[in-house]
């Protein structure tokens, strides 16, 4: 059974930092590449970055380029992503998922970023 488990989020003060992390199981987690998506309040998904099986090539959206940082370890089969100088265009519920659209995510952890 597939099973993705996001975990990380919480509130933080613009400018600050988070580390999400999302463990997977129930596939074959090193052969595939793996997706950060959010969902603002009221919006849609939004892909946010893109990382390949082997971790050599990682993709962002213009909005997140420079201050989030997407990894992986394929031995503890964990998606990760490092985010620093949160704005408040950030706040949203961020998903792992095994496609760009979010159709095959987790339940998401939230992050909000707020004075």
């Known amino acids: 059974q597939v099973q993705l488990v996001e975990s990380g989020g919480g509130l933080v003060q613009p400018g600050g930092s988070l580390r999400l992390s999302c463990a997977a199981s129930?596939?074959?987690?090193?052969?595939?590449?793996m997706y950060w998506v959010r969902q603002a309040p009221g919006k849609g998904l939004e892909w946010v970055s893109s990382i390949s099986g082997s971790g050599a090539t990682k993709l962002y959206v213009d909005s997140v380029r420079g201050r989030f940082t997407i990894s992986r370890d394929n031995a503890k089969n964990t998606l990760y992503l490092q985010m620093n100088s949160l704005k408040p265009e950030d706040t949203a519920l961020y998903y792992c998922s095994r496609d760009s659209s979010g159709t095959y995510r987790g339940q998401g952890t939230q992050v909000t970023v707020s004075s």
């Open positions: 129930g596939f074959t987690f090193r052969s595939e590449w």
